[in-house]
């Protein structure tokens, strides 16, 4: 089973998992925030899972619940770091991904 796997597969899974726990985060954030006197997930928190590649499933996250989406930093980062996502994950792709495919398979 895991032999039919491919690294793209691997790759894919990889970064839609991380997608869906950030969109699950901005949903538990949500959640927590209509109740008083309850500890919240940080923004920074949040950023960081946007800037891991998590900025697909937060800025869904953001519109999905309306949470987050009055905050300018939220609006104009979040969007930018899906550039910097995209442009990390080409570059990923263009320069290096030949020799990791190397390194996994047998």
Excluded: C
Excluded at 63 to 68: A, D, I, P
Aim: aromatic letters at 16%; a positive charge; hydrophobic letters at 60%.
């Amino acid at each position: 089973m895991l032999a039919s796997l491919t690294p793209n597969i691997i790759a894919y899974a990889l970064i839609g998992l991380i997608n869906v726990v950030a969109f699950l985060i901005m949903m538990f954030d949500k959640i927590r925030s209509r109740k008083p006197n309850v500890r919240r997930i940080s923004e920074g928190t949040l950023f960081f899972m946007a800037t891991f590649l998590g900025s697909v499933g937060v800025f869904i996250g953001m519109f999905v619940f309306r949470h987050k989406t009055r905050n300018w930093h939220f609006l104009i980062g979040i969007p930018a770091l899906m550039v910097q996502n995209m442009a990390f994950l080409y570059v990923v792709y263009q320069m290096y991904w030949p020799q990791l495919i190397l390194l996994l398979t047998p």
